[in-house]
């Protein structure tokens, strides 16, 4: 393994070590002020960490690692990157939160064909934006994202939707169910449907669930 | 002459003093505070005051109690602009003569 394939994986590891997991268009992309936020998405085809560090109460930078397959598990996708993270307006009401995100990367893909053999490194960017709405008891979220190169279009789409079992405390571990619809262009002709349990106990987030194609997911996020 | 002129200072003075919380316990009414995982952010900032004793917050009423140490006090926009930065917008804000703990009691008996 040259320097260069240890220094494109450094991300990956920090975030893990700093005790992470990653996960895209769950939940708010960022924490507050100060804060680091790290973030898992895991399954068989889409694995996600990354790590990133809020400078202001509406911009993160940080470091994200993605790994994309086929459904026929020929094709995979490794992509290493730096993300920027801004809130572009955050809706305040009494009783429910609403936040428009624009999030952007640029980093390194190395795509891999196992028939053909054939492996490839391109620089790739990844433009995306995200809405999301929530109640005490309702969950609504939608997001794009373009994870484009030459030669290479993987955009992906989702949208999720949930309810919370009850009303919780601040210090109580609250119970959700959520469902959510993706695609991921070029990788599957599929729409990937997984109805997951979320809880979410003050600065830890977690949703396990499995999808249509009986593969699990597991979805980790954590501020500290 | 000059009882007035110290009363005039006086009065000056207190137009123009900022707003100091002149009890122990900063009551703030916060909107878009739905989330534990979110509103763990205010918890944060405002524990990390030196003058912080306790914090307590209930998101079904929508408020954070900022209890401060014994002869300490922060200005309230302080306590504002710490909200604020953690992504929340302050309704209201007072400070009161209430430990957080009697806070929490209270609204526990409601």
């Known amino acids: 393994m040259t320097i260069f394939r240890i220094v494109r994986r ?4 920090l975030a893990l070590l700093a005790g992470s997991a990653a996960l895209s268009a769950t939940a708010a992309p960022m924490g507050y002020k100060d804060s680091w936020m790290t973030m898992a998405d895991l399954g068989p085809n889409w694995r996600e960490l990354s790590l990133n560090y809020a400078l202001t109460a509406t911009d993160a930078l940080g470091v994200d690692e993605a790994y994309m397959r086929s459904d026929d598990k020929q094709s995979t996708l490794d992509l290493s990157d730096l993300t920027y993270t801004r ?5 305040n009401s009494a009783d429910a939160q609403a936040n428009l995100w624009f999030v952007t990367g640029i980093g390194e893909a190395w795509t891999h064909n196992r028939v053909t053999g054939i492996s490839e490194t391109r620089t790739m960017w990844s433009p995306g934006t995200q809405f999301d709405y929530e109640t005490r008891r309702v969950y609504f979220a939608a997001a794009a994202r373009l994870y484009r190169a030459t030669g290479i279009d993987h955009d992906y789409g989702s949208v999720r939707g949930g309810f919370s079992f009850y009303e919780t405390e601040y210090d ?16 599957s002709d599929k729409t990937e ?6 809880l979410i106990n003050k600065g830890l987030f977690i949703e396990a669930g ?15 | 002459m000059k009882k007035i002129i110290l009363f005039m200072l006086l009065a000056a003075n207190l137009v123009a003093a900022p707003a100091y919380a002149a009890t122990q316990t900063i009551k703030v009414d916060v909107n878009g505070m739905v989330c534990a995982f979110c509103a763990q952010g205010i918890e944060k900032k405002l524990r990390a ?5 306790d914090v307590y917050v209930n998101l079904k009423r929508k408020i954070v109690a900022v209890e401060l140490k014994e002869g300490q006090s922060v200005p309230l926009d302080t306590v504002k602009a710490l909200v604020n930065d953690a992504g ?8 009161v003569g209430q430990t957080a703990q ?9």
């Open chain 1, 87 to 91: 809130l572009l307006h955050r809706w």
């Open chain 2, 49 to 53: 005051m030196p003058q912080t004793k």
């Open chain 2, 102 to 110: 009697e806070i929490k009691a209270g609204i526990g008996k409601e």
């Open chain 1, 210 to 224: 499995v999808n249509n194609s009986h593969q699990p997911r597991l979805n980790f996020m954590y501020i500290f």
């Open chain 1, 193 to 198: 449907i997984t109805p997951m349990l979320r």
């Open chain 1, 172 to 187: 109580e571990t609250q119970p959700w169910f959520v469902l959510e619809a993706r695609r991921m262009h070029d990788l």
């Open chain 2, 88 to 95: 929340y917008d302050v309704t209201h804000i007072e400070a």
């Open chain 1, 10 to 13: 450094l991300p990956a590891c």
